[in-house]
Structures are given as structure tokens and as C-alpha cells.
């Protein structure tokens, strides 16, 4: 029955290059002549970032470079349907991509923060944006910070493309137009928040903050002059709630 309804009768591997992975790869079956499935995992190298960062520390200013690195890497799993399978490899397709949450992780690229006095590590705060929001930020053990722009692990998709999961001979080439829905990303930095109790145990309070555009914006009631790098860095962020896939597919049919 599985041969006279093209069910799962048939596999290809392929590899592939583009936004969702440099390289990707995946195995593709037939589900009756109509649909098509794929499951594979993209590579993506982890790109760097470095902008300085304005910050207060028991009431002075200081400026610390921070390096941000992509974390795009995901497993995939697609449903291709063809509307004319006999007479076009037009298919649009939908499906999903599961993936680390962090899309960007911060760190201060020199350790540990300028000002901060070993003393106070673990326990010294800092405060980023608008003063008057008091949004305190805790340095860990070894006087440093962290932090990371937050999207959906899951990530619904949906697109069109050109070509055929399953060769008709030897080969073939995909090439597939979409988005991944993750989501409005959040910048959120790591709030280390430790207590050591008169017993010697330890309440761990630590939690991420979350930032907006807002809290780097002038504020003439407060005084805060605001931070224009970040402030236009986030207006742009906090759009960007699908990630563009764009993608080349070569797909080598096995049996």
C-alpha cells in the first residue's frame, strides 16, 4: 500500500546554505504525491558584536565594552505541499523551528567591570538606563554581568519555494522563501541576587531584567539625558518579530 500511495516510499538527503544554516542539513520522505517531509538541523556560526555600554556604579559613570554573539542554530521540521505535483515543483510550505531562546547572548569583554571593587563582587550593583526606573543589575562572583536578546524557542514558519523533496533522478535544488515567527525579542540582563543567611545557606533571588527602547530615553523630568546608541538599537529590535529565512537546497534522492 505504501508503494501505490508514494507513502514514505522514498528518501533523500540534502544539504543546504542560508539564513537558517551554514550548512543545513536534513532527509526528506514522500507523503502521497502532494506532500512532502523534511527534518533537519542548521548550522549557523556564531557571529560577534562589540558596543560599548554606559552604566552607574555608587553614583559614577563608567563605559564598558560589551560582545554580543548570534545563537542561531535549529532543528527543523517542514510540511511541503505541492498544489500541482505533476506539473510543478511550486510548493508552499509550513512547519516549525525549535532552537535556543537566546538569539544574542551579552558579555563584558573586559573582566572584571571597570570600577567595580573585588569587595563588591557578587553583591555590587549597577544600574543601566533611566536612573529613576531603578532597574539594578547584581555583577557575579567575579565582578562581571551578562546578558541576552530573549525570542520563542519554538518557532512557527511558513513559506513557498521551488523544487522537490524526493529527486526525480539523481539530484535536485530547492530554493525556499519564508520567515520564522519567534516572536518580539527582549533584551534582558541577569540579575545576580545571592544571600548568605546566619545559617550559612544561601537564598539565590537572582532573575533576568527586562529592558526596552524606553528605559534609554530622555528623560528631562528625571535628568536622565539617555543613551541614543541603544535607544535606536532597540527601537529596531524590538520590530524584528519573524526572522527572514532564505535558502539553497541540494538534495540527493538515496533509494
Known amino acids: 500500500m505504501a508503494q501505490d500511495k508514494n507513502l514514505f516510499n522514498h528518501l533523500s538527503a540534502g544539504i543546504g546554505v542560508g539564513t537558517d544554516g551554514l550548512p543545513s542539513f536534513d532527509v526528506a520522505v514522500p507523503c502521497t504525491n502532494y506532500l512532502g517531509i523534511r527534518v533537519g538541523y542548521g548550522i549557523v556560526p556564531k557571529f560577534k558584536y562589540k558596543k560599548e555600554f554606559d552604566y552607574k556604579y555608587k553614583g559614577n559613570d563608567y563605559t564598558a565594552k560589551g560582545e554580543f554573539k548570534t545563537h542561531l ?83 512557527p514558519y511558513l513559506g513557498i519555494g521551488f523544487g522537490r523533496d524526493i529527486p526525480k533522478k539523481l539530484c535536485s535544488v530547492n530554493f525556499d522563501l519564508g520567515v520564522q515567527f519567534w516572536g518580539k525579542p527582549k533584551l534582558q ?20 531584567v527586562t529592558f526596552t527602547k524606553d528605559d534609554f530615553k530622555e528623560n528631562p523630568a528625571t535628568g536622565y539625558d539617555g543613551d541614543d546608541d541603544v535607544y535606536d538599537v532597540m527601537k529596531v529590535v524590538e520590530k524584528l518579530k519573524v526572522y527572514p529565512v532564505l535558502s539553497l537546497r541540494v538534495g540527493f534522492r538515496c533509494f
Open 73 to 155: 542554530g535549529a532543528f527543523k521540521m517542514l510540511f511541503d505541499v505541492y498544489p500541482a505535483p505533476k506539473s510543478s515543483s511550486f510548493h508552499v510550505t509550513a512547519g516549525f523551528y525549535i532552537g535556543s531562546g537566546d538569539a544574542l547572548t551579552l558579555k563584558n569583554v573586559t573582566s572584571p567591570l571597570p570600577g567595580i571593587l573585588p569587595v563588591d563582587y557578587g553583591t555590587g550593583t549597577i544600574s543601566l538606563g533611566d536612573p529613576s526606573l531603578k532597574k539594578m543589575i547584581g555583577t557575579d562572583p567575579e565582578g562581571n554581568v551578562k546578558g541576552r536578546v530573549k525570542v520563542n524557542s519554538f518557532r
Open 189 to 208: 540582563v541577569w540579575k545576580f541576587d545571592q544571600i548568605i543567611n546566619d545559617d550559612k545557606t544561601i537564598t539565590d533571588k537572582s532573575e533576568w
